[in-house]
């Protein structure tokens, strides 16, 4: 199954948080780290049926990733007339929650099921398992440290 790659959307210019207004330079650097640990391991498992959980969570996270750099753009441009208060009131609560539920959902193998029969599948089931918990915890560690950026944790 060939996915789309998420990563040729056009994004708003936000490379350098270091430039960026410091009220939105936190949430711009932990976007970034999040985006490019999902672009690490994305392609590794885009074509793997296997992994199809996985990919499903790692796509909304990169929706959530899309919706918060359309706001800081849309914050960014002064002609949007989007103000502070509104701006970080969307991301401490709207978007905040909306990115923590994601990151609590375990992406679990609801289509693989393996024949109780064969140790060979049985063995594969628990890789699988085993790698996506993995992979799994390190997007939820970076996913978590955006979350906390947008309650002004960090």
């Known amino acids: 199954m060939r996915r789309p790659n998420p990563n040729l959307r056009q994004r708003p210019a936000l490379k350098n948080p270091d430039e960026l207004p410091?009220?939105?330079s936190g949430y711009v650097r932990h976007l970034l780290e999040l985006r490019r640990v999902i672009d690490v391991y994305l392609p590794l498992i885009a074509e793997l049926p296997s992994f199809e959980?996985?990919?499903r969570s790692l796509d909304e996270l990169t929706r959530?990733?899309?919706e918060i750099e359309d706001w800081i753009a849309k914050y960014l441009?002064?002609?949007?007339?989007?103000?502070?208060q509104d701006?970080?009131?969307e991301m401490r609560h709207l978007i905040s929650d909306a990115l923590e539920t994601t990151l609590d959902s375990y992406p679990?193998?609801?289509g693989v099921i393996p024949d109780p029969a064969?140790?060979?599948?049985?063995?594969?089931?628990?890789d699988i398992e085993s790698?996506?918990?993995?992979?799994?915890?390190?997007?939820?560690?970076?996913?978590y440290k955006l979350h906390a950026s947008l309650h002004g944790a960090l």
């Open 22 to 24: 410091f009220v939105v």
């Open 108 to 110: 679990t193998a609801g």
């Open 64 to 66: 959530h990733i899309e």
């Open 131 to 143: 790698l996506t918990e993995q992979i799994w915890q390190v997007v939820r560690g970076q996913g």
């Open 87 to 89: 701006f970080d009131f």
């Open 77 to 84: 441009d002064e002609s949007s007339g989007l103000d502070f």
């Open 53 to 55: 959980h996985l990919q």
């Open 118 to 126: 064969s140790a060979n599948e049985e063995q594969m089931q628990s």
